[in-house]
């Protein structure tokens, strides 16, 4: 039976902006890297798009990374020139907040209660 999520993935249109957006500003460190893969140590990973690959759009995605406190994590990507299209806000299972990535993936954080 399935135990854990080995790793998740998405296309994106240029591996090498991406790679940099997810390693520099986001501070991910690579794991593995190919020619058209990259994954990161916490098990995400971005896949260049390419022809007969799947049909995958920003807009088909929702991935959200936790973290230990949103305010500060805000206030860094803020700093680093992140696009928020939400201010951390307070809901009843936590705080989120979220973002746009180079290539238009909605990417939320969340502080959880």
């Given at each position: 039976?399935?135990?854990?999520l080995?790793?998740?993935?998405?296309?994106?249109?240029?591996?090498?902006?991406?790679?940099?957006?997810?390693?520099e500003?986001?501070?991910?460190?690579?794991?593995?890297?190919?020619?058209?893969?990259?994954?990161f140590e916490?098990?995400?990973?971005?896949?260049?798009?390419?022809?007969?690959?799947?049909?995958?759009?920003?807009?088909?995605?929702?991935?959200?990374?936790?973290?230990?406190?949103?305010?500060?994590?805000?206030?860094?990507?803020?700093?680093?020139?992140?696009?928020?299209?939400?201010?951390p806000?307070?809901?009843?299972?936590?705080?989120?907040?979220?973002?746009?990535d180079?290539?238009?993936?909605?990417i939320?954080?969340?502080?959880?209660?």
């Amino acid at each position: 039976m399935i135990s854990k999520l080995h790793v998740s993935y998405i296309v994106v249109n240029n591996l090498e902006e991406s790679k940099v957006f997810y390693q520099e500003v986001l501070g991910f460190k690579i794991k593995k890297e190919e020619e058209k893969y990259v994954e990161f140590e916490n098990n995400f990973a971005i896949v260049e798009k390419s022809e007969g690959f799947y049909k995958v759009e920003p807009t088909d995605t929702h991935i959200m990374f936790q973290v230990n406190n949103i305010e500060e994590c805000y206030k860094v990507l803020q700093e680093k020139k992140v696009d928020f299209r939400l201010e951390p806000l307070e809901k009843p299972f936590g705080k989120i907040a979220a973002f746009i990535d180079p290539n238009g993936h909605v990417i939320e954080i969340i502080q959880p209660i």
